[in-house]
């Protein structure tokens, strides 16, 4: 996350409401970001001296403190993306986390089945509200973001499709 508030920074100095404006424009489907989150992300990032504070504004409103990049920040975002993005490991996901612990539990009313089946659901809701965005009306940024999360949750559901399938067949209990 840090890199993400450098490069937020790069389009000039901003105080925290901005940066975290700018996020939730960026990345308007993930979560939005946490305003303590964005404070801290942005006092490590001063007190680490990738970014500095350049003015305090009061605006008639709460203090707000503007924050700019440092050249040691633009370096590290540099160095960032230059280094590629490790791929996800394999079970580190809550649909696989909760499937397994509904398997292994075999939590009475609650089977591993069930659970595979609304996970599905969700997923297939999920991809509908992606899908129902007009591409038209977003910037390339934004296209390729749904693109990537509509992709992820196609893998999820067929995951999820093998799950109940071989929840579906006998076969012999698994030591706990």
């Known amino acids: 996350m840090t890199e993400l508030h450098l490069a937020l920074l790069l389009r000039g100095p901003a105080h925290g409401y ?3 404006q700018a996020y939730d424009r960026w990345f308007p489907d993930a979560k939005p970001l946490a305003f303590g989150q964005v404070y ?3 006092g490590r990032l001063v007190r ?3 970014a500095e504070v350049v003015e305090t504004r009061s605006e008639g409103g709460p203090e707000r403190t503007v924050y700019a990049v440092t050249d040691a920040g633009r370096e590290r975002l540099r160095a960032w993306l ?5 791929p996800a490991v394999a079970g580190t996901e809550d649909v696989v986390r909760k499937t397994v612990v509904a398997l292994r539990t075999s939590t009475p ?8 089946l ?3 659901t969700a997923h297939l809701r999920r991809v509908r509200e992606l899908q129902s965005h007009d591409p038209a009306a977003d910037d390339v940024a934004t296209r390729l973001a ?3 999360a509509v ?3 196609d893998a999820d559901l067929r995951w999820l499709d093998e799950a109940v399938e071989a929840l579906d067949s006998p076969t012999p209990e698994e030591p706990r």
């Open 48 to 50: 680490d001296g990738l």
């Open 151 to 153: 992709l992820h949750l």
């Open 18 to 20: 901005e940066v975290k």
């Open 118 to 120: 609304e996970q599905r």
């Open 40 to 42: 801290a992300t942005l």
């Open 82 to 86: 230059a280094e590629p993005a490790p």
């Open 146 to 148: 749904r693109r990537y």
């Open 109 to 116: 009313g609650r089977p591993a089945r069930a659970v595979a």
